[in-house]
């Protein structure tokens, strides 16, 4: 099944076909061979997170969490990763990845969420100006 699920979300993107999904942001950067960091294990393990943060804030050596973090992250899902990035190297040439970062990554599979303009332009302050002025009409007509 974890081949299945690399390939097709592979080719999903190689076709640019948004999946709608969402996964955490540290996923997104293992898949751009990015660093991962603390942040990025609140999203997977709240407690470890916070435990590690607390150790740090006593002036403890950053590398030796950088270590558990990464360890911590992958151990869970090696098997699956691994296989998704294979699929991913299989299908998507490195040279296009290297320009992005994980947010876009991230936008790319996930896809927008869908907007409601009408809400948006309710419920946006228009400071200095109001909702009728023409170069705020202007903006709503090409959103």
Not at 44 to 61: A, K, R, Y
Request: charge should be negative; proline fraction near 2%; aromatic fraction near 10%.
């Amino acid at each position: 099944h974890v081949e299945f699920i690399q390939r097709y979300l592979s080719l999903t993107m190689a076709h640019q076909q948004p999946l709608g999904v969402d996964l955490a942001i540290s996923s997104y950067k293992m898949i751009l061979r990015r660093e991962v960091i603390l942040s990025n294990l609140e999203s997977i393990d709240m407690d470890l997170f916070h435990d590690i943060t607390l150790i740090l804030e006593n002036n403890t050596t950053d590398l030796i969490f950088k270590i558990i973090i990464e360890y911590h992250i992958l151990c869970h899902i090696h098997e699956q990763f691994s296989a998704l990035l294979s699929g991913y190297s299989e299908l998507i040439p490195q040279e296009l990845t290297k320009a992005s970062d994980e947010h876009g990554l991230k936008l790319f599979i996930g896809s927008m969420p869908d907007i409601n303009v009408n809400d948006w332009m309710k419920l946006t302050d228009y400071c200095k100006y109001e909702m009728n002025n023409n170069g705020i009409q202007q903006l709503w007509q090409i959103i």
